[in-house]
């Protein structure tokens, strides 16, 4: 239990220490000279905003200043090798809020050892888990330098939730886990927070997670974030690609920009041409129409009319229209592409004339624009694209044909 006499002399002996009045060390910490009287006479303790600044200024750590006495300079400790346990319980306090749910399946909170999730479904006869990982990929390095730090979250958890809305699934619970090098209070709470919002505007909860401080591994103001997801969908309406045949139409939806891939040909760009990053594209820089969150696709696909008329869906991410349609197309049939009916972002025609990129490796690399394709029978394609065109533009691009080759690109994309 805190002894709030003793961690008011000590504050007041370290401050005596340093040369410092009342008045010099809150203006220091900016706040007023009552609240450092008040400390040091034990009438109150510093609160949690304020105690790793506090910590800093009088150079000791968090967990002395709590326990109210130094620690013997030869004795080892937590602190010592870069990790504060009393500040990050602090972190712990200060994230815990954003965890908080009206989702009543959410059986606990933060503090357990495990999260508890109610997957009771009495409308659902044979429910299967979808369960899916996901990272930002090099992405969160440009959102860290640029000040994308709650965006950076949003793009985890819609490609996350994306990746299992195209097999039929509803969002549930989502994990996240951040390992960072040392605990920055501000940026934690910060993507704590993003995660959250993120997955309240899925319609689905973050429900707990891990924050790894790894100092002798990473380096100090990296952070590296993923998230796990388990979602839940009637086995027999899962959306798998085995219901693709002949004649089916290929549906574009459309990309608001590069998602979250293509990131490390665009930094090498970047690295290049550094003054393209005030350039200007449809009346935005380079860098915020790059750092656009990724497109959340999940409320577009929940609500159509007759979900048997959607045969396969294809999340367009790494490995561009190709390395992701072929994932769902059955053996012996094939989707062909026509390129010249995508319709390319500008910033996609940017980055492929200053980079001097071929075509094929925009292909591969970029979704170009097309951020989901749905393979839907012929009878149904006006139907789904007039429901999808409610949310995101929606176009055919393609059919489904006998063949070896799952995927084969006809015509030439429009640079134009």
Known sequence: MLNSVKIGNFIMDKRKSLGLTQQQLADKLKVSFQAVSKWENGTTYPNIEILRDLATVLDVSVDEILAGSERNPEDLSYSKAGIDIAYTDTIKQEMSKHLETDDRRVLNGMGAFASLYDIHFPKIKNPVLVLKSEEPGSKQKLAMEYGYTESIC????????????????????????????????????????????????????????????????????????????????????????????????????????????????????????????????????????????????????????????????????????????????????????????????????????????????????????????????????VMVMKHINQFYECYEIGRIEKGENKVVFENRMSWL
């Open 154 to 381: 949003h793009d985890m958890i819609n490609h996350l939730v994306n990746d299992i809305a195209v097999m039929g699934a509803r969002p549930l619970a989502v994990l996240d886990t951040i390992v960072c090098g040392n605990a920055e209070k501000d940026t934690i709470k910060t993507l704590v927070k993003g995660v959250s919002d993120a997955c309240r505007l899925n319609e689905c909860s973050l429900v707990g997670g891990e924050t790894s401080i790894q100092p002798s591994v990473i380096e100090s103001g990296v952070y590296i974030l993923t998230s796990s997801i388990a979602g839940i969908a009637e086995k027999a309406k899962v959306i798998d690609g085995s219901a693709i045949q002949e004649g089916d139409s290929v549906l574009a939806v459309a990309s608001n920009g590069l998602h979250t891939n293509g990131y490390s040909l665009v930094r090498l760009l970047m690295d290049k041409m550094p003054q393209i990053k005030l350039d200007k594209i449809d009346g935005l820089t380079f860098i915020e129409q790059i750092m656009k969150p990724h497109t959340p696709y999940y409320k577009a696909i929940k609500d159509l009319p007759d979900k048997s008329l959607i045969h396969g869906m294809a999340h367009i991410t790494g490995g561009g229209i190709e390395g992701n349609l072929r994932r769902i197309i059955p053996d012996s049939l094939s989707a062909k592409i026509d390129l010249s009916k995508i319709r390319i972002l500008n910033i996609f025609k940017y980055i492929r004339n200053n980079g001097g990129i071929s075509d094929k490796e925009m292909l591969r690399t970029f979704n170009c624009g097309v951020g989901i394709c749905m393979v839907v029978s012929e009878s149904g394609k």
